[in-house]
Nanobody, 128 residues
Framework: QVQLVESGGGLVQAGGSLRLSCAAS????????MGWYRQAAGKEREGVSA????????YYEDSVKGRFTISSDKAKNMVYLQMNNLKSEDTATYYC?????????????????????WGKGTLVTVSS
């Protein structure tokens, strides 16, 4: 079992940046993969990015490639999502997820069905 707590969301203008943080309640060295997901109002939750905690392999959904960067700090049991050049369509609640197996969706991001543990989310609002 692991508890995940997200932080760093807020209101930002289009073109701006935010860094989301996810704090895990135990060592992430024992968690195969962690990822970021988002859910906009009226839409299904979608995978944004994921990272393999062993070899550092990263995955990104097509619409965020080149703008978002996922990273982890094993010493602090933290996972981050640096979001640059934010767009209004990035507005959503962002969730941190921990998983053993990972399936990549057709758009390049992590499939949400493989997540074993979820955080409660942090809201990101991008104003245009």
């Amino acid at each position: 079992q692991v508890q995940l707590v997200e932080s760093g969301g807020g209101l930002v203008q289009a073109g701006g940046s935010l860094r989301l943080s996810c704090a895990a309640s135990r060592s992430i060295r024992s968690i195969n993969r962690m990822g970021w997901y988002r859910q906009a109002a009226g839409k299904e939750r979608e995978g944004v990015s994921a990272i393999h905690n062993g070899d550092g392999t990263t995955y990104y959904e097509d619409s965020v490639k080149g703008r978002f960067t996922i990273s982890s700090d094993k010493a602090k049991n933290m996972v981050y999502l640096q979001m640059n050049n934010l767009k209004s369509e990035d507005t959503a609640t962002y969730y941190c997820g921990a998983m053993g197996a990972l399936t990549i969706s057709t758009s390049g991001g992590p499939d949400r069905y493989g997540v074993d543990y979820w955080g409660k989310g942090t809201l990101v609002t991008v104003s245009s």
